[in-house]
């Protein structure tokens, strides 16, 4: 590096850095607002002269009102700086004492420069007063006037710094709120995980002593279900297509273990392919299907999975055969049973379903919903989810 951009170098380091753009605005505005005051004055005092019978320029006029409109221009920050570090609502008989001092010494400081522009611009009418004595007589005449521009600086800006505190609490709060919903359905759905997990190694564990090779298949299925998951971990939404690719697998799983006693069937409207749905939303479904309506079956047993869109919402229905669940309950199987609260039952089906009506609730509040009701007109069980009906973002 030369000596010579070096030097300039050292010169980029030391300059001032510029103002903040908020503040520059801030700066304008301040001004702008009192130069109109100003020109409003002003305005006012050239419509007043002919009735006062008094023939003066019009640039003395302007002259004597923008530069006294623009010292409370330029003392503003002043007032904010000092409001800010001695709250009005903080303290009251302190903070009143100083901004009462504050503000009769800004009021002399001003009507000392109206007392030296009348001088200077006004034409003396036959008047010998200096400038001392139009200070004390601007100051009889206006002092309450004066105190009451300081006060009203001090209010409007004290107003508008509160509103921005609390805009940033709101603010704040909004995030730690969003902060604690995505902490809750990273929970929700981490305890998904294992449920799921530990099943199906119960299962493969059943299958190495019945059926090795079974067993062996399941482990591989397995391994392609957790790398499909973990390729996605991070991801609240996905399409409906990508679930149904996700349950798809599941249920390959579970094939192996009840080969033809397990017959699936999907009734998928196109037009709900690209909704988003939370992720592995369906599994837990299907899987308290196959708990309780086939793997209870010594026949074979039926699981129909479909997708329909009502309107602004969609809905997803999991039906399976078997046992009712007033009959599943009496057999203490521990199915999670319909409340009317929306609540599930005990047992290993209801981990499931509880965590699934936990993140629908967190997701879309009141707008999503978990039934698990008796089918009535084919006889048994229906899980019936409803959400809000969105495409969801490419995954």
Known sequence: MTNGSAFRDRERMTERPALPAPLRRGGLLNYGIWTAFGLLAAGQQLLMLPLEREH??????????????????????????????????????????????????????????????????????????????RTGSYLASRLSVELLTYFAILGVTSAVAYYRRARERELTAARLEAELAQAQLQALRMQLHPHFLFNTLHAIAVLIREDPAAAARTVTLLGDLLRHTLAHAATDEVPLAHELEFLQRYLEIERTRFQDRLTVAFDVAPETRAAAVPQFVLQPLVENAVRYGIARRAAPGRIEVS?????????????????SLAETARDGTGRAESRPDGGAGGGAGGIGLAATRGRLERLYGARGALELR???ARGGVEAVLTLPFAEADPV
């Open 56 to 133: 003066v320029a019009a640039w003395r006029v302007f002259a004597l009102a923008l530069p006294t409109y623009w010292y409370w221009a330029a003392v503003t920050p002043l007032v904010v700086a000092l409001g800010r570090r001695v709250p009005p609502e903080r303290g009251r008989l302190r903070a009143g004492l100083v901004h009462l001092g504050a503000a009769l010494g800004l009021g002399v400081g001003h009507a000392l420069l109206a007392a030296g522009l009348s001088l200077a611009v006004w034409p003396p009418m036959g008047e010998t007063a200096g400038l001392v004595a």
């Open 307 to 323: 997708a329909r869109r009502e309107a602004d919402a969609l809905r997803l229905a999991v039906w399976n055969e078997g046992p």
């Open 374 to 376: 008796d089918d009535a």
